[in-house]
């Protein structure tokens, strides 16, 4: 069955009024840093019995207004008409849709069932930080040697890291900048020479590097680099071939943020005509040896360029690497190299040079409206560490677990094995994650993660969707997209001003992802068009 476009759709239901201009009057995209919730929801949460849970799910005990029944109404058979075209039938939804300050439940499809929720999870992860860390935490990396004397450092120059993310494009402008900074600091103690090694002075991080239960066919690609304490460029580096002036000519390599990283091995690629129907770079990671080798073979057009994301499999050397090319431009040579698989004590060393981290409240942006993997993993490992005295995915996960127990959440609503969602051993029903939007609706800390959600037509995951409907400017929500998984959970506001809570999940569907996604803004912009509100 050929699917009808969304407008079209729009026309044959009850809530007509989700296409746009249908209300008659049009739908302006507030920009991202102003559309937030009202300032009603903010100062007055719907209030809760001591020791209750949120206020979702169960509306048994209250009664919707008469324009709420109607809504609810209109919106499920909106939905029923899209969730059960015959293209779906092998496949499974979950949806929730709550009115958190009446209670009321607007729609429902397997809320309390379990979906591989994919990026949603990150909604988990960064729920848990704020409300165990705060969005004031910041991360410290810290440079530790001997006094130098005369500008000479004898001995090795140590760097303990806690895991920042900071170090890296998205959050720093450039990865090198956080790096050249501590050797300008460097620089500024007279230091030019070292005559040991650059080494690591902690296993702040001591477990595994990936995600548990990552595919292994994932782990060359820029969105499965592995962390560590010392994590450069959020574990992965920008190639990019450039194609020469004529065909056969050489093409030129050229490696981001550092221009050392990664090593390349073989370079087996060749300049095509213009014309050429096909170019394609391969990567091939040579793992033998103390450094991972790339090697790249393939073709690329006349004058044309592919860059290709890829994972830097040892994050404390990379990093390391990193700071030595950043030693080395500020005149600071460093006679030892770098010390590979090595952790060298600090005790009895001098604190020269540290960097503090942003704030995590300015951390997640970065982490959720691009959906970027190593931040999750890095922040499940900084909980760990935090509350446990223990840097591992598994403390990680135990602190997770603890505080969404405390939320009224248990294991049979929500198993979580990574903290980015790349793994497909995460379970998460649309109810549990209901229950946390609600809580963050009124945590001290709900203004750093609300504004750290993509928005429906303007930026991250979400800037191409909904666009030309209601939804625009207004929707903000998580993404989530693995093979046959598609995720979207959050918040939309109604026409008349109302917050309402969402989540919608979709496994197993053997239909393009642009299907699934197409009934998901609609469903939002239908929600966004509703009038809750008696007139």
Request: proline residues 6%.
């Amino acid at each position: 069955m050929k699917p009808m476009p969304v407008l079209a759709l729009c026309a044959t239901v009850v809530i007509a009024a989700a296409c746009s201009g249908s209300t008659g009057r049009a739908a302006a995209p507030a920009p991202a840093d102003t559309a937030r919730l009202s300032p009603r929801i903010l100062t007055e949460p719907a209030p809760r019995e001591s020791g209750s849970g949120p206020i979702v799910i169960d509306a048994s005990a209250r009664v919707p207004s008469p324009a709420g029944r109607r809504a609810s109404a209109d919106f499920s058979r909106l939905a029923i008409t899209l969730l059960d075209d015959p293209m779906f039938r092998s496949m499974h939804w979950g949806i929730l849709v709550v009115d958190p300050r009446r209670g009321d439940t607007l729609y429902a499809r397997n809320a309390d069932k379990l979906f591989v929720p994919a990026s949603n999870t990150k909604l988990v992860t960064a729920a848990v930080a704020l409300a165990q860390l705060g969005g004031e935490y910041r991360y410290r990396t810290r440079v530790f040697a001997r006094a130098p004397r005369q500008g000479v450092i004898n001995g090795d120059l140590v760097v303990v890291g806690e895991g920042d993310p900071s170090f890296s494009d998205s959050l720093s402008g450039s990865a090198m900048a956080p790096l050249l900074e501590l050797a300008d600091s460097l620089r500024a103690r007279g230091v030019r020479r070292i005559t040991g090694r650059l080494a690591s002075g902690a296993n702040t991080f001591p477990g595994d590097t990936i995600g548990l239960g990552w595919a292994w066919d994932d782990l060359e690609e820029g969105y499965a680099g592995a962390v560590d304490e010392l994590t450069f460029n959020e574990g992965f580096a920008r190639v990019t071939v450039l194609g020469g002036a004529r065909p056969g000519a050489p093409v030129t390599v050229r490696r981001e943020p550092a221009a050392s990283l990664p090593r390349l091995g073989r370079v087996d690629i060749s300049t095509v005509s213009c014309c050429a129907l096909r170019r394609e770079v391969r990567t091939r990671v040579d793992l033998r040896g103390p450094r991972p080798v790339l090697h790249l073979e393939g073709s690329v057009r006349v004058r044309d360029s592919l860059t290709l994301h890829v994972a830097l499999q040892n994050p404390n050397t990379a990093f390391l690497d990193a700071f030595e090319a950043a030693l080395r431009t500020r005149g600071i040579t460093v006679a030892g190299g770098v010390a590979i698989d090595t952790v060298v004590d600090t005790v009895g060393l001098t604190l020269l040079a540290s960097r503090t981290s942003p704030p995590l409240a300015a951390i997640l942006p970065a982490f959720q409206k691009p959906s970027q993997n190593q931040i999750g993993e890095l922040l499940l490992r900084t909980l760990g560490h935090a509350k446990t005295g223990v840097g591992t995915a598994d403390s990680g996960r135990a602190v997770v677990k603890r505080q969404l127990e405390a939320w009224g959440i248990d294991s049979s609503q929500a198993t979580i094995r990574d903290g980015s969602g790349l793994s497909r051993r995460n379970f998460v029903s649309p109810q549990a994650i209901v229950h946390i939007l609600d809580h963050m609706r009124t945590s001290p800390e709900f203004d750093a993660w609300y504004q750290s959600l993509p928005v429906a037509g303007v930026d991250g995951t979400l800037r191409d969707r909904m666009r030309g409907t209601l939804a625009a400017g207004n929707v903000r929500a998580k993404t989530g997209t693995l093979d046959r998984v598609r995720a979207l959970s959050g918040y939309v506001t109604t026409a008349d001003g109302q917050v309402l809570l969402f989540s919608m999940l979709a496994n197993n569907h053997p239909v393009p992802t642009r299907e699934v996604e197409r009934v998901q803004d609609a469903l939002l912009a239908a929600l966004a068009s509703l009038q809750l509100l008696e007139p």
